[in-house]
Nanobody, 127 residues
């Protein structure tokens, strides 16, 4: 089992940058595929980015490709989301998710496949 704690959210102007962090508990962080999702008011939680156990593979939503970068440091048991060129449409609560897998190259983009979630961190982008 793993517990996840997000941080790094805040208020930023359009065009600015933020880096979100998700710190995981437990000793087997490297066995988990990780993902970032977001949920804006009145909308469903949507996929943003995902990374495989070994960090060899990543996946992104079309809306963030070229602007956001997901990475992980297995020694620090942390996954990051670097967000550049932020837009007001990026405003949402951002959630970190984890799923333990047997295969190191798998990237999970489906919300329903993740068993573990953090509490979320608010990102607000002003115009």
């Amino acid at each position: 089992q793993v517990q996840l704690v997000e941080s790094g959210g805040g208020l930023v102007q359009a065009g600015g940058s933020l880096r979100l962090s998700c710190a995981a508990s437990g000793r087997t962080f490297s066995s988990y595929a990780m993902g970032w999702f977001r949920q804006a008011p009145g909308k469903e939680r949507e996929f943003v980015a995902a990374i495989s156990q070994s960090a060899g593979n990543t996946g992104y939503a079309d809306s963030v490709k070229g602007r956001f970068t997901i990475s992980r440091d297995n020694a620090k048991k942390t996954v990051y989301l670097q967000m550049n060129s932020l837009k007001p449409d990026d405003t949402a609560v951002y959630y970190c998710a984890a799923e333990r897998l047997s295969y190191s190259t798998v990237v999970i983009t489906s919300r329903g496949q993740y068993d573990y979630w953090g509490q979320g961190t608010q990102v607000t982008v002003s115009s």
